[in-house]
């Protein structure tokens, strides 16, 4: 077949490596190629990205800046340690463009809707939050969070591990990243537009030596279910863009990659591919309507206390993916369930 892929983040560079030699396959990134980066904390789980980018020939361990143990969270008023023992950072705009190393990509290229009509069999959109060519999503049910971001150089790291605070409402987290001896990211994202201001005071209560660059960008935390349609005529959406996005982690670089792998096993059989989506990122639904429940004020002993239970085995069986290993009282202290009626 012949196939475009728009978008070289995780998924379509993902997609791309895994489909080349078997199809003739043309990358077009909306970024040049000199000023290629990735809007992102850089922080994904070290057991599952080894074992996806073993797949296309590549040694994640090459692009590690930090290794995690343990990641401290700030919130209502304390703060504790949750094992983080897989969680890392590492150089994600130089694994992408190895990941893409090889492959036809015409980089500079911002593909809009109905460029690509008629030239190709298959088109993917994997464009991340902006799915332009699946267009947008037919409910209601979207959720897409701003973001801001300082990359920010220390003499001394404020903290030697991964930290974060979880806003009270839960309407985004802040996020300070360590990458390597002397930098860090500290963001924030925010549904309620605090995110900034919330960076801001982080920066006054631990000052940099240097504040090197910020950068910001939308993240989609809805999860599959909540953002269809997944594709239109012969455009396949993959990642980001249809919600392989983990909604209480804001984790999206290794789903959109699995996502992908999904894709290049049915691109024969497009039902089964969403049917597999569906049902492999079930709990990213689960998570995302116990937040949304929370946003809105409406969660109760019924809908709360279960699917919390629910959030904390998946995290037990899936912290390769996710990196961190909260115990039952850690992930009670964060998601807060409602104890009684
Ligand atoms: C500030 C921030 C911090 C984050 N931190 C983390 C983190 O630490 N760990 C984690 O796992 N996830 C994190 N995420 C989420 C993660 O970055 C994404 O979910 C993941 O990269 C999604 O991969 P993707 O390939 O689907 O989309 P993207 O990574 O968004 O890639 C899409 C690519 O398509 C290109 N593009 C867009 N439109 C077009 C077009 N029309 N034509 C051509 N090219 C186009 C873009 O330039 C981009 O390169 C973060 C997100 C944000 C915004």
Aim: include cysteine; aromatic fraction near 12%.
């Amino acid at each position: 077949m012949k196939i475009a892929i728009a978008g070289a983040g995780p998924a379509g560079s993902y997609l791309g490596a895994l489909l080349s030699g078997k199809h003739e396959v043309v990358l077009f990134e909306g970024q040049t190629e000199d000023r290629f980066t990735s809007v992102c904390g850089w922080a994904t789980a070290r057991g599952g990205a080894k074992e996806l980018l073993r797949k296309v020939g590549l040694n994640f361990d090459d692009y590690l800046l930090h290794k995690g143990k343990e990641m401290s969270v700030s919130a209502f008023n304390s703060i504790y340690k949750i094992s983080a023992p897989e969680l890392v950072t590492f150089d994600k705009p130089r694994m992408l463009r190895d990941i893409a190393k090889g492959l036809n990509v015409h980089y500079g290229t911002f593909v809009r809707p109905g460029d690509l009509d008629g030239k190709y069999d298959m088109v993917i959109d994997a464009s991340g939050p902006y799915r332009k060519l699946i267009g947008p999503v037919q409910e209601p049910t979207d959720m897409i969070l701003p973001t801001f971001q300082w990359l920010v150089r220390y003499k001394d790291l404020p903290f030697d591990d991964f930290y974060i605070e979880p806003f009270n409402s839960f309407s985004g987290y802040l996020w300070y990243f360590p990458l390597g001896e002397h930098d860090a990211f500290v963001g924030a994202g925010d549904v309620w537009k605090k995110h900034q201001a919330r960076v801001e005071d982080f920066l006054r209560r631990y000052p940099p030596s240097e504040r090197v660059r910020t950068m910001g960008k939308p993240i989609r935390v809805a999860a599959p279910r909540s953002v269809f349609p997944h594709r239109k005529g012969n455009v396949v959406g993959v990642g980001e863009a249809i919600g392989t996005v983990y909604p209480i982690l804001g984790e999206g670089i290794l789903p959109s990659m699995y996502a992908a792998d999904m894709l290049s096993q049915s691109l024969d059989d497009l039902d089964s591919y969403q049917r597999s989506v569906l049902s492999k990122f079930s709990a990213y639904d689960l998570s995302y309507d116990y937040i949304r429940r929370k946003m809105g004020h409406t969660d109760n002993l019924l809908n709360s206390f279960l699917p919390a239970v629910r959030i904390f085995l998946w995290f037990k069986r899936n912290f390769m993916i996710t990196g961190v290993n909260p115990s039952l009282w850690d992930t009670f202290k964060v998601l807060r369930p409602r104890l009684k009626s």
